[in-house]
């Protein structure tokens, strides 16, 4: 499960089987900046099959959580 926490001022991000990774961590190892992963992370851009398989590969992420993490109006049944 992955969950998204604040730390001070740094977004953290968990997953159930580590300790974590902050937000420029991640930002830096999927190859963008961070203010991109804070859109990102916000919901304004969207992210790109690169940048999710990158994330999948870094927090271990199972292909069936894909959807609930990355597009969960379509998870709720809203168009996109």
Known sequence: EIRLSLVGSEMCIRDSHSCGYRDQEVAKYIGIGRDTMSGR???????????????????????DEIGELFFPSLEKGESA
């Open 41 to 63: 992370m916000q919901g304004h851009n969207p992210w790109t099959s690169a940048e999710i398989t990158a994330m999948c590969e870094l927090l271990d992420i199972r292909q």
